[in-house]
């Protein structure tokens, strides 16, 4: 079963490069009128990536949350402890996903 996790677990991490790799590349940088229009556009790509961010911490807390439950009709204290370890993870990705605005302060 953990191989299983590991590899979906590579996946989610793939789709996630991948998807930061496109966010970035998707930001013009050519001169204009606007002054303002590059720190636009870097809030508005920077709001993507933190909301998705914290969307993959839900995701994360969400199957840490169903590895306890799981581990408790098992009876197995390994699964138990990965599922602790992966709930806590998601609630520290998730809190800085949605929570990096105040931190940055912008």
Do not use: H
């Not at 790799?21 to 009128?33: G, N, V």
């Not at 807390?61 to 992966?86: F, M, Y």
């Amino acid at each position: 079963m953990s191989n299983k996790f590991n590899n979906a677990m590579e996946k989610v991490r793939r789709g996630i490069l991948f998807g930061m790799t496109a966010a970035l590349t998707c930001i013009s940088a050519y001169a204009d009128e606007d002054k303002n229009k590059g720190e636009t556009e870097f809030n508005n790509v920077l709001d993507w990536i933190l909301v998705w961010i914290g969307r993959a911490g839900i995701v994360l807390t969400v199957w840490g949350a169903v590895q306890i439950a799981l581990s408790v009709s098992n009876e197995d204290a390994t699964q138990r402890r990965n599922g602790i370890l992966q709930l806590i993870s998601g609630l520290m990705v998730m809190a800085i996903g949605y929570g990096a605005k105040s931190i940055i302060g912008y």
